[in-house]
């Protein structure tokens, strides 16, 4: 290393000893240390498995878009999302939807999966739909449907009554059964989600409301006192 790299300087600094009580000398070196530089590099993502996925559109669905906005009518109802700029979507020959990257960056490859899937999810309710059932396993647990609401019995000293969303259909089989279907994926799962909320499944006699399809662990119970 030369010498314009790396100087070192020695200063004398008296400093009084409370033990001795005499000045002592003392010789610290300064080291001048030339500035390190960084380099940037610029990264790029890797494409999204789901972003780059096509999604076919039915015959029966009607598509708008206009710049970053895009409204889906089907014969289940009619739906509309906003993109952001880090993402774009294109129209392909065949009724087939794709939704690109506009630029290269982390978060365009974050948006760019998920606004795949929530625009997949608009084609599919308003031609398709989708449900969800949940279940009510306890004694004395019921369920009824009473004009717009949806009564629930689950063990309290009042009945819960709960309003259906505007969009949604519930219908209740066997008094036990409750099935959420709509165009609305987010909103049926948000109100089967609010629904399960008031007595979720305990783990020892697996009493309470859990999704048809849920798995409750089951824990063993306390054992009595042996003699």
């Given at each position: 290393?030369?010498?314009?790299?790396?100087?070192?300087?020695?200063?004398?600094?008296?400093?009084?000893?409370?033990?001795?009580?005499?000045?002592?000398?003392?010789?610290?070196?300064?080291?001048?240390?030339?500035?390190?530089?960084?380099?940037?590099?610029?990264?790029?993502?890797?494409?999204?498995?789901?972003?780059?996925?096509?999604?076919?559109?039915?015959?029966?669905?009607?598509?708008?878009?206009?710049?970053?906005?895009?409204?889906?009518?089907?014969?289940?109802?009619?739906?509309?999302?906003?993109?952001?700029?880090?993402?774009?979507?294109?129209?392909?020959?065949?009724?087939?939807?794709?939704?690109?990257?506009?630029?290269?960056?982390?978060?365009?490859?974050?948006?760019?999966?998920?606004?795949?899937?929530?625009?997949?999810?608009?084609?599919?309710?308003?031609?398709?739909?989708?449900?969800?059932?949940?279940?009510?396993?306890?004694?004395?647990?019921r369920?009824?449907?009473?004009?717009?609401?949806?009564?629930?019995n689950?063990?309290?000293?009042?009945?819960?009554?709960?309003?259906?969303?505007?969009?949604?259909?519930?219908?209740v089989?066997?008094?036990?059964?409750?099935?959420?279907?709509?165009?609305?994926?987010?909103?049926?799962?948000?109100?089967?989600?609010s629904?399960?909320k008031?007595?979720?499944?305990?783990?020892?006699?697996?009493?309470?409301?859990?999704?048809?399809?849920?798995?409750?662990?089951?824990?063993?119970?306390?054992?009595?006192?042996?003699?």
């Amino acid at each position: 290393m030369g010498s314009s790299s790396l100087t070192a300087s020695l200063h004398t600094s008296t400093l009084r000893s409370p033990f001795v009580g005499s000045l002592n000398g003392f010789r610290v070196s300064s080291v001048a240390v030339r500035r390190v530089g960084f380099v940037r590099k610029t990264v790029e993502c890797k494409e999204s498995r789901i972003g780059k996925q096509p999604i076919p559109v039915p015959s029966n669905v009607t598509l708008t878009m206009e710049g970053q906005d895009l409204k889906v009518k089907g014969p289940l109802g009619e739906m509309a999302i906003t993109y952001p700029r880090e993402v774009k979507l294109e129209r392909e020959d065949g009724g087939i939807l794709r939704v690109r990257k506009a630029v290269e960056t982390r978060r365009a490859n974050q948006m760019h999966g998920l606004f795949r899937t929530l625009t997949d999810n608009m084609v599919v309710g308003v031609s398709k739909g989708f449900e969800k059932k949940l279940q009510l396993v306890g004694v004395g647990y019921r369920a009824t449907i009473e004009g717009k609401d949806i009564v629930l019995n689950l063990g309290f000293s009042h009945p819960v009554r709960m309003e259906i969303p505007a969009g949604l259909q519930v219908k209740v089989e066997e008094n036990t059964r409750i099935t959420v279907s709509g165009y609305d994926k987010s909103a049926i799962g948000q109100f089967a989600a609010s629904i399960r909320k008031w007595r979720p499944p305990e783990p020892y006699k697996g009493k309470g409301v859990k999704y048809a399809d849920e798995i409750v662990r089951r824990k063993e119970g306390k054992a009595g006192k042996k003699k």
